[in-house]
């Protein structure tokens, strides 16, 4: 079983940038695949980025690609969303979720455990 714990959200100007965090506990953090996902009020939740166990490979949405980046620290079990050029758009809940297949693509299913979310919300 693998626990997942989101921190760093908070209230951020257009413009800013922010460094989420992903606690991983119960598993070694080597031995899967991380994903970001979002969700805004009213919306689906969506893919924003992923990494692969050991190898950094990463995987990024249109909307993300350039201004957000997914990296690891295994030694810490943590995988961190730095986000910068912050939009209002990118306001929404922010989750982590492990791949237990190494999977680093969009499709939720394909993780296995989720946290509880980090709120980011932009102002204009």
């Known amino acids: 079983q693998v626990q997942l714990v989101e921190s760093g959200g908070g209230l951020v100007q257009a413009g800013g940038s922010l460094r989420l965090s992903c606690a991983a506990s119960g598993r070694n953090a080597s031995t899967f695949a991380v994903g970001w996902f979002r969700q805004a009020p009213g919306k689906e939740r969506e893919f924003v980025a992923a990494?692969?166990?050991?190898?950094?490979?990463?995987y990024y949405s249109d909307s993300a690609k350039a201004r957000f980046i997914v990296s690891r620290d295994n030694a810490k079990n943590t995988v961190y969303l730095q986000m910068n050029s912050l939009k209002p758009e990118d306001t929404a809940l922010y989750y982590c979720?492990?791949?237990?297949?190494?999977?680093?693509?969009?499709?939720?299913?394909?993780?296995?455990?989720w946290g509880q979310g980090t709120q980011v919300t932009v102002s204009s």
């Open positions: 990494i692969k166990a050991n190898f950094r490979i990463t």
């Open positions: 979720a492990a791949s237990l297949i190494n999977y680093i693509g969009p499709a939720m299913r394909e993780y296995n455990h």
